[in-house]
């Protein structure tokens, strides 16, 4: 089979929901019975599909409920600058997702924070402190409107990336 059918996308669509769902109960709603719907969940994770399982928890409870969009421009286009920052950004538990860009600066980092008080620490003590780092400019979000940790599925060749 080189593509994903309706039933590979439906399985996705419930696990990306309910990771914890059982197998009777996915079976159940996916109209498999519960041993080829192992067998599917077992292939669309060993071909990549499925990268992990997680538990999302509430950061606002954990005192990790702001969050904080950083733009980060490097010091120069320089290979070894690159590579620089993305060693250290690694390390920094409070740096929820990084993306390259293309545009005015380097890259965007969202960052989840205590409070207001704990960005120019971040920033200053933490970010800066990184050789490659040239200028950041932060944005405070104040509200979040909407979270997912799904993502849209449209048919996927089974050999895409």
Known sequence: MNELDAIDLKILSILQKDGRITTLRLAERVGLSPTPCARRVRHLETEGFIS??????NSNKLNAGLDVF???????QATAEYEKFERRINDFD???GCYLLAGN?????HVKLP???SIAEFT?????AIDAVSETHSIISVQRLKQSSAIPLWPVRKGAR
Request: aromatic share 10%; glycine share 6%.
């Open 52 to 57: 992990q399982y997680v538990a999302v928890l």
């Open 70 to 76: 950083v733009s980060v421009r490097l010091r120069s």
């Open 94 to 96: 409070e740096v929820v």
């Open 105 to 109: 600066f380097d890259y965007l980092l």
């Open 115 to 117: 409070d207001v008080g």
């Open 124 to 128: 200053r003590g933490r970010l800066n």
